[in-house]
């Protein structure tokens, strides 16, 4: 019987500049255990519970308790890259937008390029 591989790893990021900090669950078959995480952290789970093998990555930001939280999830697979860097332009998005920075079509947009560049570089070393 050939057991599948399960990967949970979890570590708390701090967020440069902007503060606070962001959850970064990496998973392989362990989907139970990342929702198991994202409860006793506070987060809303409605909707993903079910969702096995539906995500390949997610990234969330929710009020607990008063407090902006932010989270990234991301299966740790063969096509991790693509989707890790989907997910953290959402959470870059999420992380600026709360702080009032909105990203402007015809302006170099500076902020966000910094702060992708420091959460891939963070989140990839999980990977290995």
Known sequence: ???????????????????????VIIF?????KVISHLKRKGFDTRGYEDQESGYCGLQTSQYVNGVKKF?????????VGDTLVHELFHLTQDILEYRGINF????????YAY????????VEKLLK
């Open 1 to 23: 019987m050939d057991k599948k591989k399960e990967i949970f790893r979890v570590k708390e990021v701090k967020i440069p500049i902007y503060g606070g900090k962001i959850t």
């Open 28 to 32: 392989l078959n362990t989907w139970k």
């Open 71 to 79: 989270a990234i999830i991301i299966k740790d697979d063969k096509d």
């Open 104 to 111: 402007v079509k015809e302006d170099a947009n500076e902020a």
């Open 115 to 122: 702060l992708i560049g420091y959460l891939f570089t963070k």
